[in-house]
């Protein structure tokens, strides 16, 4: 199989609650989405996803993330996409770093070899472990109150894990994480997430006055230094984030940082190999593993799902479906979750079917 164009489509993602909030004011009711399809010469397409979380959570934007792309495109006409490590080899060869671009297109190469092979990614990872499992929501950053409402409203719909934003003033913080607690019952999971939104003195005061509550915190600070200076003798389970983008980061989370998980993000940490990879680590290292992303919709979701469904199902804290929390539904929302539980599509590949025309003409193309 040769990779004979490549097409890169623009489009909005919008959240489906209103306005999503996280700290230090970071605020926006939609997100712009980057979507990839590879064109081969049998026929067949592969499609990936990269929706950044604006342009100051992560070091990528929409523009950052479009021009690794352009760089790269070129390149990979020709070359057979089902080889996924001869892509990334000649990705890196042309741009070093940019792994969020790289990201889609990788996704895409698997939505590839597995239409090649008629099996679902989750099969070409291991295989399936959890038919189902249980997904998370985060919780906008709000009053005490209202995070609290969100909380009970969502368990309506099934859904018990959720992701608390924090990161502002830290007794509020408490307040809000305290309020969430109790809108919740004994088998609710709850994170505070600062996404490295304190600072030293604040995310310590901010956890001190959490140790009684049954929550995690997560991404106190903005780097792993940090977080581990402001964990130091904290009894909160400790969850890592941004700070973490590969293997010797994910050993330092353990061996220093005491962290007893890590929130693989496919487009943070270079793409959905690089992420089999580190779920793979974490599981042998005895930890808990949270897959997701930054932002995205049905695509995105595809991908999740088939490496939660590919995960120990006793290392699994926390899977998303994006589709759930915004309007992306570029293939019929499709995965589509069930009372708070998610499965991976049983189809070849990522499983789903995008609509292409209704993305309009691509913003960028490379052909043969």
């Not at 070129?74 to 990201?103: E, F």
């Not at 929390?325 to 019929?332: F, K, N, P, R, S």
């Amino acid at each position: 199989m040769k990779i004979v164009g490549i097409d890169v489509f623009d489009y909005k993602v919008r959240y489906a609650h209103g306005e999503y909030v996280m700290s230090g004011g970071r605020a926006a009711v939609h997100q712009v989405g980057t979507l990839v399809r590879i064109r081969t010469d049998e026929g067949l397409e592969g499609w990936g996803e990269i929706t950044p979380l604006g342009s100051t959570y992560l070091p990528t934007s929409p523009d950052v993330v479009r021009a690794g792309l352009a760089e790269v495109l070129p390149h990979l006409v020709g070359a057979d996409p089902t080889n996924i490590a001869r892509i990334n080899r000649i990705m890196d060869a042309v741009l070093l770093g940019q792994g969020y671009a790289k990201s889609a297109i990788d996704t895409a190469c698997w939505d590839l070899l597995g239409k090649s092979a008629n099996l679902p990614i989750s099969a070409l990872l291991g295989g399936v472990l959890q038919e189902d499992f249980p997904i998370y929501e985060a919780v906008p950053l709000g009053s005490p109150e209202s995070m609290a409402d969100y909380i009970s409203e969502r368990r309506e719909a099934g859904i018990n894990r959720f992701q608390l934003k924090v990161g502002n003033r830290p007794l509020e913080d408490a307040d809000r994480t305290r309020a969430a607690a109790e809108a919740g019952d004994s088998d609710t999971v709850i994170i505070a997430d600062s996404n490295g939104g304190w600072n030293l003195l604040d995310a310590q005061i901010a956890m001190r006055n959490m140790e009684d509550l049954p929550v995690l915190v997560e991404q106190p600070c903005r780097t792993t230094e940090d977080s581990i200076l402001a964990h130091r003798n904290c009894r909160l389970p400790l969850v890592l984030d941004e700070s973490i983008t590969g293997p010797t980061d994910l050993f330092k989370a353990k061996t220093e940082a005491g962290a007893v998980s890590v929130n693989v993000k496919i487009s943070r940490v270079g793409g959905l190999t690089k992420a089999a990879r580190m779920r793979d680590l974490m599981q042998e290292l005895n930890m808990m593993v949270s897959i997701e992303d930054m932002w995205g919709g049905d695509v995105i979701t595809a991908a999740v799902s088939h490496l939660a469904a590919s995960t120990r199902p006793e290392n699994l804290l926390n899977t998303s479906f994006f589709n759930d929390w915004t309007d992306g539904h570029v293939a019929g929302y499709q995965p589509r979750s069930v009372n708070g539980r998610g499965s991976a599509p049983v189809g070849p590949g990522l499983g789903i079917t995008v609509d292409a025309q209704a993305l309009g003409e691509p913003i960028l193309s490379t052909d043969r």
